[in-house]
T-cell receptor
Framework: QKEVEQNSGPLSVPEGAIASLNCTYS??????FFWYRQYSGKSPELIMS????GDKEDGRFTAQLNKASQYVSLLIRDSQPSDSATYLC????????????FGKGTKLSVIP | NAGVMQNPRHLVRRRGQEARLRCSPM?????VYWYRQLPEEGLKFMVY????????ESGMPKERFSAEFPKEGPSILRIQQVVRGDSAAYFC?????????FGQGTRLTVV
């Protein structure tokens, strides 16, 4: 059973702080990793993808991947109240498969 | 470039009726996925389709649920004889490779 684990939260951070969201996965052969943001009552929105070990930065977002530890994280710098949402980690196993396994998500609340 | 289009956005059905949910993938995307989400819960994979083929339906309930992605037209998720427990948000996603993009979802309410 391929699993993706996230702390459900809620994670509360003050405005302007760094929010750190974590995710672990069970399938060691997984190849592709994604972070989605989902506002309440809305659909998931792809915000980051990462495929190789290390960091990938896009604006205020940094994704970090450590395949040896089966760990992927998302850092949000200068957090804004508009970042308050549920963040979903998704993993693709590779080996010709395109479907994603999602974690249950971490609810982030940025306090003004 | 239109995104993933789902309709209807909201659907109300009485117990025992059929629900039919439609999904048109993004242009150039040949992979379609259906997910179900209950309130305050995560996304549950249901089925993965390519044109005219079901690739993986391991998340689909064995009875009453079916999905198709015909050569022409949208992908359809069909729920027969709906029950109250089928009330949920149903999301469709499409991809060209591994990056999947979601539609706005269909909120199904069974009364």
């Amino acid at each position: 059973q391929k699993e993706v684990e996230q702390n459900s939260g809620p994670l509360s951070v003050p405005e302007g702080a760094i929010a750190s969201l974590n995710c672990t996965y069970s399938d060691r052969g997984s190849q592709s990793f994604f972070w989605y943001r989902q506002y309440s009552g809305k659909s998931p929105e792809l915000i980051m993808s990462i495929y190789s070990n290390g960091d990938k930065e896009d604006g205020r977002f940094t994704a970090q991947l450590n395949k040896a530890s089966q760990y992927v994280s998302l850092l949000i710098r200068d957090s804004q109240p508009s970042d308050s949402a549920t963040y979903l980690c998704a993993v693709n196993p590779g080996a010709g498969s395109y479907q994603l396994t999602f974690g249950k998500g971490t609810k982030l609340s940025v306090i003004p | 470039n239109a995104g993933v289009m789902q309709n209807p956005r909201h659907l109300v059905r009485r117990r025992g009726q059929e629900a039919r949910l439609r999904c048109s993938p993004m242009k150039g995307h040949s992979h379609v996925y259906w997910y179900r989400q209950l309130p305050e819960e995560g996304l549950k994979f249901m089925v993965y389709l390519q044109k005219e083929n079901i690739i993986d339906e391991s998340g689909m309930p064995k009875e009453r649920f079916s999905a198709e992605f015909p050569k022409e037209g949208p992908s359809i998720l069909r729920i027969q004889q709906v029950v109250r427990g089928d009330s949920a948000a149903y999301f469709c996603a499409s991809s060209r490779d591994t990056e999947a993009f979601f539609g706005q979802g269909t909120r199904l309410t069974v009364v």
